[in-house]
């Protein structure tokens, strides 16, 4: 695959190292006379100076002809030029990386579609899931994020005394952006499907938006309380506020400490919920203070790293249940083992590793990828690439025939994600996330791919 990148930051660099092992053809541009003399000697790709949003350099590096234009400086305005100018000469497929939430708020002007770009992307906004999915769900599946935590997998207990006992899934009514994956029953599991019927102690997994998954937890088990996670997050940065965002529900109690008192007021304006301290976590006397201790989850994503990884030790000596970690520099990247296992950090995620693993996935050519196993090997979930050739384009869920033992659990349409409903139409580019019975895979792939 022919690979443009546009800004040869941390990001820009990490993601033209990742692609380029992969045997991509990469070129990667940079206005720095002297980075690119440097990446030269280090990069096994093409390095050219010059200016990625200037329409002329894009004609000079055969824009026209590249499968993937990635515009990655840290410069808004600069991506979405790029990335619209790259796409407006001919480029199959424009990314760009995008900080400010004025570019992603559509309420009155779709930016993405009015400079025809493909895709959005913050890698704060990527971080923030990853943090985000163990604080939400600690008990969560381990599959493979997709949909950028838009759809997350979950498993339930039935519980003595649940009214789902006995009865069959289509008799439930369950929230619509719910769905039902597979049962586990005295060993064996089983894809569900409508005639499924509960029995307690059966273990569920649960598929859909988060909020709605974790609503149905009372019917599962009635007597199960909500209880409230203290989380505390040093440093008022953009991972930060996308990671308030994700922990809207009210069962989270969230305290921010900043520095900057200007940054405290900004936030305090926007989320009045939260609690804002104004003070440095860095000193030891101010953790103690604010009980730092009985935190459930402490959270360090300034934008230095070395202030991160000091206030993560001390959140950990005092007590903190659940440490997580943001590391901006590629430094660290040898350390990041052992910052989990000798310190006690939970959670190690970095802007530019989460960004090079989600392209990666978004730009791959397999039809088709393998997102987890099901229990005792009894099947798998499945992410399909559909294409324009494929036989279910054009048809709605309701009218595909899938073969038994096979379920639709998620659709993916460009940058959103949901349950598929019986009325939803399949567009060549969507992403269908299918659990799979063992033995049907071939099947599956004859009525989908």
């Not at 497929?93 to 770009?117: C, K, M, P, W």
């Not at 090997?377 to 494929?390: K, P, V």
């Not at 399949?426 to 599956?444: F, N, P, S, W």
């Given at each position: 695959?022919?690979?443009?990148?546009?800004?040869?930051?941390?990001?820009?660099?990490?993601?033209?190292?990742?692609?380029?092992?992969?045997?991509?053809?990469?070129?990667?541009?940079?206005?720095?006379?002297?980075?690119?003399?440097?990446?030269?000697?280090?990069?096994?790709?093409?390095?050219?100076?010059?200016?990625?949003?200037?329409?002329?350099?894009?004609?000079?590096?055969?824009?026209?002809?590249?499968?993937?234009?990635?515009?990655?400086?840290?410069?808004?305005?600069?991506?979405?030029?790029?990335?619209?100018?790259?796409?407006?000469?001919?480029?199959?497929?424009?990314?760009?990386?995008?900080?400010?939430?004025?570019?992603?708020?559509?309420?009155?002007?779709?930016?993405?579609?009015?400079?025809?770009?493909?895709?959005?992307?913050?890698?704060?906004?990527?971080?923030a899931v990853e943090l985000a999915k163990a604080i939400r769900n600690p008990g969560r599946?381990?599959?493979?994020?997709?949909?950028?935590?838009?759809?997350?997998?979950?498993?339930?207990?039935?519980?003595?005394?649940?009214?789902?006992?006995?009865?069959?899934?289509?008799?439930?009514?369950?929230?619509?952006?719910?769905?039902?994956?597979?049962?586990?029953?005295?060993?064996?599991?089983?894809?569900?499907?409508?005639?499924?019927?509960?029995?307690?102690?059966?273990?569920?997994?649960?598929?859909?938006?988060?909020?709605?998954?974790?609503?149905?937890?009372?019917?599962?088990?009635?007597?199960?309380?909500?209880?409230?996670?203290?989380?505390?997050?040093?440093?008022?940065?953009?991972?930060?506020?996308?990671?308030?965002?994700?922990?809207?529900?009210?069962?989270?109690?969230?305290?921010?400490?900043?520095?900057?008192?200007?940054?405290?007021?900004?936030?305090?304006?926007?989320?009045?919920?939260?609690?804002?301290?104004?003070?440095?976590?860095?000193?030891?006397?101010?953790?103690?203070e604010e009980q730092i201790g009985s935190a459930d989850y402490f959270v360090a994503c300034?934008?230095?790293?070395?202030?991160?990884?000091?206030?993560?030790?001390?959140?950990?000596?005092?007590?903190?249940?659940?440490?997580?970690?943001?590391?901006?520099?590629?430094?660290?990247?040898?350390?990041?083992?052992?910052?989990?296992?000798?310190?006690?950090?939970?959670?190690?995620?970095?802007?530019?590793?989460?960004?090079?693993?989600?392209?990666?996935?978004?730009?791959?050519?397999?039809?088709?990828?393998?997102?987890?196993?099901?229990?005792?090997?009894?099947?798998?979930?499945?992410?399909?690439?559909?294409?324009?050739?494929?036989p279910c384009v054009g048809r709605k869920v309701k009218d595909i025939q899938l073969p038994?033992?096979?379920?639709?659990?998620?659709?993916?349409?460009?940058?959103?994600?949901?349950?598929?409903?019986?009325?939803?139409?399949?567009?060549?580019?969507?992403?269908?996330?299918?659990?799979?019975?063992?033995?049907?895979?071939?099947?599956?792939?004859?009525?989908?791919?």
């Open positions: 695959m022919k690979i443009i990148i546009v800004g040869a930051g941390e990001v820009g660099h990490n993601l033209c190292t990742t692609l380029a092992a992969e045997k991509h053809d990469v070129t990667l541009v940079e206005q720095s006379q002297q980075r690119c003399e440097r990446l030269d000697e280090e990069q096994n790709a093409r390095i050219v100076t010059g200016n990625g949003s200037s329409a002329r350099q894009l004609v000079d590096l055969d824009v026209a002809n590249c499968d993937a234009f990635l515009a990655m400086t840290s410069d808004d305005r600069t991506n979405l030029i790029s990335c619209s100018l790259a796409k407006g000469l001919g480029a199959k497929n424009t990314i760009a990386r995008i900080h400010d939430e004025t570019y992603s708020d559509n309420s009155v002007i779709n930016y993405q579609l009015h400079f025809g770009i493909d895709l959005l992307v913050n890698p704060e906004a990527i971080c599946v381990a599959v493979e994020n997709f949909a950028r935590g838009q759809i997350e997998v979950q498993q339930q207990s039935v519980a003595a005394g649940s009214r789902l006992v006995g009865r069959k899934l289509k008799d439930l009514k369950l929230d619509s952006r719910v769905r039902v994956g597979y049962v586990q029953r005295d060993g064996c599991t089983e894809v569900a499907n409508a005639d499924t019927t509960l029995s307690e102690g059966d273990i569920v997994t649960l598929f859909g938006h988060p909020e709605a998954l974790f609503a149905l937890r009372e019917k599962f088990d009635p007597k199960k309380k909500v209880e409230l996670a203290r989380v505390v997050l040093f440093g008022g940065s953009e991972t930060a506020i996308s990671l308030i965002r994700l922990l809207s529900n009210p069962r989270f109690k969230i305290r921010v400490i900043e520095k900057d008192a200007e940054k405290c007021r900004t936030l305090a304006e926007r989320f009045p919920r939260i609690t804002v301290i104004n003070g440095d976590a860095t000193s030891l006397r101010l953790m103690e300034t934008k230095d790293d070395e202030e991160n990884i000091l206030t993560c030790i001390q959140a950990s000596k005092l007590g903190a249940k659940h440490v997580q970690l943001v590391i901006n520099k590629g430094d660290y990247d040898e350390l990041l083992g052992m910052l989990r296992s000798y310190l006690s950090i939970e959670v190690v995620v970095s802007p530019r590793s989460a960004t090079a693993d989600f392209m990666r996935r978004t730009l791959s050519s397999e039809k088709v990828t393998n997102l987890a196993e099901m229990p005792d090997g009894s099947g798998r979930i499945l992410e399909l690439r559909i294409n324009h050739s494929s038994r033992g096979c379920l639709f659990v998620a659709l993916l349409h460009k940058f959103k994600a949901k349950v598929p409903g019986a009325d939803d139409t399949i567009l060549a580019g969507d992403r269908l996330v299918v659990v799979v019975g063992e033995g049907q895979e071939k099947a599956l792939m004859e009525t989908l791919v």
